[in-house]
């Protein structure tokens, strides 16, 4: 084949879906420069993808608020179908379903070795840790195209059981390779377990995911926070309270108002950087969530940080936070022995678990989020509509594998 369809990052505000060069089982030119190693890769496998989701970590870089160069291929939440492999894959197969995390790793080096997949130290010689088509993380092509290129694909590959049920319940399978994950791990890391009470602040897919990965940990009631009713509405479909964050009101006074005590035990911020203050004409503030948390959190409790937090931010509100200094109060959290759980999340602690609660119809995640299937051409379409506020979580089908 000659090419390969991948959306692009045009600058502020717009993708474009354009041709590239189809996958080689090759390395990227910044990971054979920058770590010295082999360009070939028969370690590699090459997918045709079944379905590839927007994510709201692609939006922080479509609206300018990253380095991303224009030209940036974006992706990576990916499920694909093995077409190619290369000599040293032992256990993938062409046909093989499959959802590929989005962190790259190499299985060989220390941190892999720890389970900590998201900083590998082989895949990206401008720091640990790296992800398809993403600004700063080693060069990878994006994953929201026609075909990808996964190295180490023994190691990367979570193969699904059986083809047609994969297919079955494609949408659900759809969000382990990100979405799932990172809000299980957001749960997780701020200690939620049987019984809690939980607050997730932001209702976009990741807050979603991370309030039905509470669900799923035995919280006693879970509260998402947000400022577009749709989202809210979106929340409360599949069992949560919710607060709405553009009201008069604090937010311990509204957790009062629905749990009979200011505080909960524990909390996630899955809104990241561009967070905005409370308040219905409140402005981006970006430590808000962090510091809003910190006070509606349990002495004890545990903070989960799955949103997220960037070095280089040119559209920040001050020359702070444009570095990633934020005004965060520190202190009250050391006051309250709080725990911080934050970077990216290892995808590969916990895909296969979740994968056998899809299929077994414990985990409901495609409905808890409003998957919403498009095609790769209307994937501009799906950028706009994902950055008005709607309360959906885009997944585009780039060949017609969806059934309706």
């Known amino acids: 084949m000659s090419d390969n369809r991948?959306?692009?990052?045009?600058?502020?505000?717009?993708?474009?879906?354009?041709?590239?060069?189809?996958p080689r089982l090759e390395l990227p030119t910044d990971v054979v420069d920058g770590l010295k190693i082999k360009r070939k890769a028969p370690h590699a496998a090459i997918l045709k993808i079944v379905t590839t989701n927007?994510?709201?970590?692609?939006?922080?870089?479509?609206?300018?608020?990253?380095?991303?160069?224009?030209?940036?291929?974006?992706?990576?939440?990916?499920?694909?179908?093995?077409?190619?492999?290369?000599d040293d894959v032992l256990f993938a197969n062409v046909g093989d379903i499959c959802s590929v995390?989005?962190?790259i790793a190499c299985g060989r080096c220390r941190m892999c070795d720890e389970g900590k997949t998201g900083v590998c130290l082989n895949v990206n010689p401008a720091r640990p840790g790296a992800a398809y088509g993403y600004v700063d993380m080693g060069g990878w092509v994006g994953g929201q195209a026609e075909y990808v290129m996964v190295p180490f694909a023994d190691f990367n590959l979570l193969r699904f059981p059986d083809r047609d049920q994969a297919l079955d319940k494609i949408l659900d399978l759809t969000m382990l390779s990100d979405i799932f994950p990172t809000g299980y791990h957001g749960a997780v890391t701020a200690g939620v377990t049987t019984g809690s009470t939980v607050y997730v602040a932001g209702a976009g897919p990741v807050g979603l995911a991370a309030a039905h990965a509470a669900q799923l940990l035995g919280a006693s009631a879970v509260v998402v926070g947000d400022m577009i009713g749709s989202r809210l509405q979106q929340a409360r479909s599949f069992g949560c309270e919710t607060v709405d964050l553009s009201a008069g009101g604090t937010l311990p006074e509204q957790l009062e108002q629905l749990l009979g005590e200011p505080v909960v035990d524990a909390a996630i911020d899955a809104v990241g950087f561009e967070a905005r203050g409370h308040g219905r004409d409140a402005g981006e503030a970006p430590a808000t969530?962090?510091?809003?948390?910190?006070?509606?959190?349990?002495?004890?409790?545990?903070?989960?940080?799955p949103g997220l937090y960037?070095?280089?931010?040119?559209?920040?509100?001050?020359?702070?936070a444009k570095e990633g200094t934020l005004g965060v109060r520190i202190g009250l959290g050391w006051a309250k022995s709080h725990t911080f759980a934050t970077g990216q999340c290892p995808v590969?602690?916990?895909?296969?678990?979740?994968?056998?609660a899809i299929l077994s119809g414990r985990a409901r995640i495609a409905e808890a989020v409003n998957a919403t299937t498009i095609s790769l051409d209307d994937a501009p379409?799906?950028?706009?509509?994902?950055?008005?506020?709607?309360?959906?979580k885009f997944v585009i089908d780039p060949h017609g594998s969806v059934a309706a």
């Open 310 to 320: 960037v070095t280089g931010d040119p559209g920040a509100v001050d020359d702070h």
């Open 101 to 103: 995390p989005f962190n």
């Open 6 to 22: 991948v959306v692009v990052y045009k600058g502020p505000g717009e993708v474009a879906v354009e041709s590239i060069d189809y």
């Open 348 to 356: 590969k602690q916990y895909n296969r678990q979740l994968m056998n």
């Open 54 to 86: 927007i994510c709201g970590s692609d939006q922080h870089m479509v609206r300018g608020r990253t380095t991303a160069p224009v030209g940036q291929t974006l992706g990576h939440e990916i499920t694909g179908e093995v077409v190619e492999v290369g």
């Open 381 to 392: 379409r799906g950028y706009r509509e994902f950055d008005g506020g709607a309360s959906q």
């Open 289 to 305: 969530v962090l510091n809003s948390i910190m006070e509606a959190t349990r002495v004890g409790g545990g903070l989960g940080i």
